[in-house]
């Protein structure tokens, strides 16, 4: 299992607890036994039983496809963002052949992720739980290449475990940034492959605004830039090109720092910082992240994990249909063997005969030995297990969810269907619903005593 308040083992837990509030409580008898067992604090067994019910359940299959998907989502807007850098790129050169228009170039470049960091830092500042839409996105991809019945829960267990922390702000912004700062780079990369290799003269063109203005506004563009070394244009070389493009190479040269130097500075300088700082932001509110156990889903398990004192029996009804599970979790006796019966009366003698290393278990007979039985097959689960049942009562459900539950805490099982007392017959309809039930459970069920393989492991 995933190590208690590690990131998957809190989302299933808040998952399971969705789907518990939706659908209603789950057949958790035996998730509980297992957390009891496993000991720890409350907030540790909650999150065992829950990953023994998603593993049952196909929640934690589900998980891993999710996640999978998450992967391929952010794999395709991570090549979408490398292309629209690089459109970008492309219209910011675009225009007159040769010709590149400054200051529509930076707007190209600049002009949308500045809005949009703009807004992110509103988002940040105003809403208690921003999300960006890039990251809204990747949420929404991710859900859709998962197509699994079992996520249904999973995107909002996640959502609603980040925000105790006000952590999916910052989640989300991490991969926003990220995205936005790689569309930047692309576009860089792209932009100065094209200017090394094509001849390009820089102009501005107005209509209804002064050479003044353009150059006031290409210096102090140029401020930032300079102090990392890039060249600004001085007022003669503004003005110049304001009548066409620059002809000049020692022109071109300072036009394409200067553009340069404006893109790393404002475009991908506060694309980084904002990214570590998510990033930062992300680690360290992880480890603050834990289950809110004054939940009344979670108080409602508290008596039952955390017992004053031990419940006794099996109060639940069993399910209809019964699941599949792994094996023992804890460690198989060697060589171990246990035999035990079930509800039997006065008319079926037990135990019988038996190999001293074979151990009875008894009859159970009441829910404090069921209970008890189940119990101590938690902690010391058998390598063999034989149990009796007397087919002449009806396979009802609660024998049957008993056997599975004993089943699952043993290596391997069987069933003896004892025969019928001296004098009777058994009721063959009644024999073949055994059977049936027998086999649905994946239980070999056999109508002669299987002693040999209790006591050797072989038939």
């Known amino acids: 299992m995933t190590a208690p308040n590690s990131l998957d083992s809190l989302w299933l837990t808040e998952a399971v607890r969705l789907r518990e509030a939706q659908a209603g409580p789950?057949?958790?008898?035996?998730a509980s036994r297992q957390?009891?067992?496993a000991g720890g604090d409350f907030a540790t067994r909650l999150q065992q039983r829950a990953h023994w019910l998603a593993e049952r359940d196909g929640m934690l299959a589900a998980l891993r496809?999710?996640?999978?998907?998450?992967r391929l989502a952010l794999l395709a807007l991570a090549l979408f963002a490398l292309a629209s850098g690089a459109g970008l790129?492309?219209?910011?050169?675009?225009g007159t052949p040769g010709s590149i228009n400054v200051f529509r170039a930076v707007g190209s470049l600049l002009g949308l992720n500045l809005l949009l960091l703009l807004a992110w830092t509103l988002g940040m500042l105003l809403s208690r739980h921003a999300g960006a839409s890039l990251g809204q996105l990747w949420l929404w991809l991710s859900g859709r290449l998962a197509r699994d019945a079992q996520a249904v829960q999973l995107a909002p267990a996640l959502l609603l475990l980040l925000q105790r922390q006000r952590l999916e702000r910052w989640a989300l912004g991490l991969l926003s940034n990220g995205l936005w700062l790689l569309a930047l780079l692309s576009a860089l990369v792209v932009l100065l492959a094209m200017m090394a290799t094509r001849r390009y003269g820089f102009v501005w063109e107005t209509t209804i605004l002064g050479s003044d203005t353009f150059v006031s506004l290409t210096q102090r563009l140029g401020t930032l830039p300079a102090w990392l070394g890039f060249s600004v244009p001085d007022a003669e070389t503004i003005r110049a090109s304001g009548n066409g493009p620059a002809g000049l190479d020692d022109a071109r040269q300072v036009w394409a720092g200067?553009?340069?130097g404006v893109l790393l500075i404002y475009g991908i300088l506060p694309r980084?910082?904002?990214t570590l700082l998510c990033l930062w932001r992300w680690h360290r509110g992880r480890q603050a992240l834990s289950l809110d156990l004054d939940d009344p889903a979670y108080q409602h398990l508290r008596e039952r994990l955390m017992p004053a004192s031990e419940r006794l029996g099996v109060s639940d009804a069993a399910p209809a249909r019964l699941h599949e599970v792994p094996r023992p979790t804890a460690k198989l006796a060697e060589g171990s063997a246990l035999m035990v019966a079930l509800e039997l009366d006065d008319q079926q003698p037990w135990p019988p005969a038996q190999a001293a290393q074979v151990a009875d278990a008894g009859v159970l007979d009441s829910r404090e030995s069921r209970h008890r039985l189940l119990e101590q097959l938690t902690q010391n689960?058998?390598?063999?297990?034989?149990?009796?049942?007397d087919p002449r009562r009806s396979p009802d459900r609660g024998s049957l969810a008993l056997l599975a539950e004993l089943a699952r805490n043993a290596g391997q099982t069987r069933v003896w269907l004892l025969p019928a007392p001296a004098g009777q017959q058994l009721d063959t309809e009644r024999l073949g619903d055994w059977q049936d039930a027998l086999q649905a459970l994946q239980l070999p069920g056999h109508t002669q005593a299987p002693?040999?393989?209790l006591e050797s492991g072989h038939d």
């Open 272 to 274: 980084l910082l904002l």
């Open 451 to 453: 002693m040999n393989w």
């Open 89 to 94: 790129a492309f219209a910011a050169l675009g």
């Open 381 to 389: 689960p058998p390598a063999r297990l034989l149990i009796a049942c």
């Open 35 to 37: 957390a009891r067992a």
């Open 65 to 70: 496809r999710w996640k999978q998907g998450a």
């Open 258 to 260: 200067w553009l340069v």
């Open 26 to 30: 789950l057949d958790d008898q035996q």
